[in-house]
């Protein structure tokens, strides 16, 4: 019964700030690698940001620069912080992560957070 829960999201006017973040709960034995992916109407989900249980950080180009993405192993919760953000960072925000238990790694996705930056 493992469950990703997303929250942050909401308005902000271009050159804004917003911080999501996601937290993991349920029977957790290790969580590796945990990200961002994004889906705006009409188009496919894409990859935000990445960061493995190394702390190493793997942006997509359009956001590079301009988000951050961070974790806190003891509360399993990842974040991202976004800044400077511009009208087509619109998307549904959706955190994963990947379980691991008895060397088996299992992906999970939490339900999306809705971010919209108005020009």
């Known amino acids: 019964q493992v469950q990703l829960v997303e929250s942050g999201g909401g308005l902000v006017q271009a050159g804004g700030s917003l911080r999501l973040s996601c937290t993991v709960s349920?029977?957790?034995?290790?969580?590796?690698?945990m990200g961002w992916y994004r889906q705006a109407p009409g188009k496919q989900r894409e990859l935000v940001a990445t960061?493995?249980?190394?702390?190493?950080?793997n942006y997509a180009d359009s956001v590079k620069g301009r988000f951050t993405v961070s974790r806190d192993n003891a509360k399993n919760t990842v974040y991202l912080q976004m800044n400077s953000l511009k009208p087509e960072d619109t998307a549904v925000y959706y955190c994963?992560?990947?379980?691991?238990?008895?060397?088996?790694?299992?992906?999970?996705w939490g339900q999306g957070t809705q971010v919209t930056v108005s020009s």
């Open positions: 994963n992560a990947v379980l691991i238990v008895v060397k088996m790694e299992y992906t999970y």
């Open positions: 349920g029977s957790i034995f290790s969580i590796g690698a």
């Open positions: 960061i493995s249980s190394g702390l190493s950080a």
